[in-house]
């Protein structure tokens, strides 16, 4: 079984503080993604990785960056958190072929206060 | 742009039939569908490709109108498992890291 997870599945921050959310899949596929998912507006995909050291910007990446050293591992950063960044942020990956699946993690719910 | 989606939520009972649309402005190579639990991630039901190809579960079937770049999920004799809600995702283009647009959702929610 593909298995997908996520650091936390809550967090609270302060409004400034760096914050990192980690994801590591265990199926070696080359693809990764990170969304947000708020009511109302489904899952908007904030950045994606489509091999070690690769990135793209998907809808809404502002304020966000990422980062892919090894292949199992995507992982989110909020250099300056702000309360518009409270929202559940989900990770999926897949393998190099856009025909298939992509297998998400079960969500880490950040509150930043 | 998203996705549209129809209807924004639905009810039904168990037995009834129920069918959700996702309907796009751009030319489309892949329609991806996947239902989400509360509390639980996505998981994925099926993928249309442009030509006619599909991929996915044997009980969900779906269309994908590639003229006018819309699918349909349907839902027959619903059962209580599945209640949830409903995301389909749009591929334009088919690059081998392709990414998905989601649409905002549809909640369906069966009763006994």
């Known amino acids: 079984d593909v298995k997908v997870t996520q650091s936390s599945r809550y967090l609270v921050k302060r409004t400034g503080e760096k914050v990192f959310l980690e994801c590591v899949q265990d199926?070696?596929?080359?693809?990764m993604f990170w969304y947000r998912q708020d009511p109302g507006l489904g899952l908007r995909l904030i950045y994606f990785?489509?091999?070690?050291?690769?990135?793209e910007k998907g809808d809404i990446p502002e304020g966000y960056s990422v980062s892919r050293e090894k292949k199992e591992r995507f992982s989110l950063i909020l250099e300056s958190a702000s309360t518009n960044q409270t929202s559940m942020y989900l990770c999926a990956s897949r393998i190099r072929d856009s025909s298939y699946e992509q297998y998400f993690g079960p969500g880490t719910r950040l509150t930043v206060t | 742009q998203q996705p549209v989606q129809s209807p924004q939520a639905v009810i039904l009972r168990e037995g009834e039939d129920a069918v959700i649309n996702c309907s796009s402005s751009?030319?489309?190579?892949?329609v991806h569908w996947y239902r989400q639990k509360h509390g639980e991630a996505p998981v994925f039901l099926m993928i249309?490709?442009?030509?006619?190809e599909q991929k996915g579960h044997e009980k969900i079937s779906a269309s994908f109108n590639e003229k006018k770049q819309q699918s349909s999920l349907y839902l027959t004799a619903s059962q209580l498992s599945y209640s949830g809600t409903y995301f389909c995702g749009t591929e334009v283009g088919g690059t081998s890291y392709g990414k998905l647009t989601f649409g905002q959702g549809t909640i369906l929610t069966v009763h006994p």
């Open positions: 751009k030319a489309l190579y892949s």
């Open positions: 199926m070696d596929h080359e693809n």
């Open positions: 990785s489509y091999d070690v050291k690769m990135k």
């Open positions: 249309l490709l442009k030509g006619g």
